[in-house]
């Protein structure tokens, strides 16, 4: 039940960010463009597990992609707040999915479960 309740997490955030994002009237050729971005990050794990993990969930955690979107809320500047969306919208994305954080033992471990 509770892996269920994480994957309708995902689902809130991913929907409510790609709302937000067109009612601000963004370009959607950003949007698209950006929105797996975030999945360099895992280029991370050419170094080692470790180090793969924690560039990952730096790059995958709420709280980076909120902060972005406060900061561009906060010194008035669109591209903040537009890139803090797709943000936001790509690790929705990943959670309605079955993406999570990583654990540094290996890539598929997640604290969702095993990929």
Same mark, same amino acid.
């Given at each position: /039940?509770?892996?269920?309740?994480?994957?309708?997490?995902?689902?809130?955030?991913?929907?409510?960010?790609?709302?937000?994002?067109?009612?601000? #009237? %963004?370009?959607?050729?950003? %949007?698209?463009?950006?929105?797996?971005?975030?999945?360099?990050? /895992?280029?991370?794990?050419? %170094?080692?597990?470790?180090?793969?993990?924690?560039?990952?969930?730096?790059?995958?955690?709420?709280?980076?992609?909120?902060?972005?979107?406060?900061?561009?809320?906060?010194?008035?500047? #669109?591209?903040?707040?537009?890139?803090?969306?797709?943000?936001?919208?790509?690790?929705? /994305?990943?959670? /309605?999915?079955?993406?999570?954080?990583?654990?540094?033992?290996? %890539?598929?471990?997640?604290?969702?479960?095993?990929?």
């Amino acid at each position: /039940m509770n892996k269920i309740l994480l994957h309708i997490e995902g689902l809130a955030v991913f929907a409510l960010s790609i709302y937000l994002y067109g009612y601000c #009237q %963004f370009s959607w050729v950003l %949007f698209f463009v950006l929105l797996l971005s975030p999945d360099v990050s /895992m280029l991370g794990y050419l %170094f080692n597990n470790k180090v793969g993990a924690m560039l990952y969930n730096y790059f995958h955690t709420y709280t980076t992609a909120i902060i972005v979107i406060l900061l561009g809320l906060l010194i008035s500047n #669109q591209t903040a707040l537009a890139v803090g969306l797709i943000w936001l919208a790509h690790i929705g /994305m990943d959670r /309605m999915v079955g993406y999570g954080l990583k654990y540094p033992t290996e %890539f598929k471990d997640t604290h969702l479960n095993r990929v």
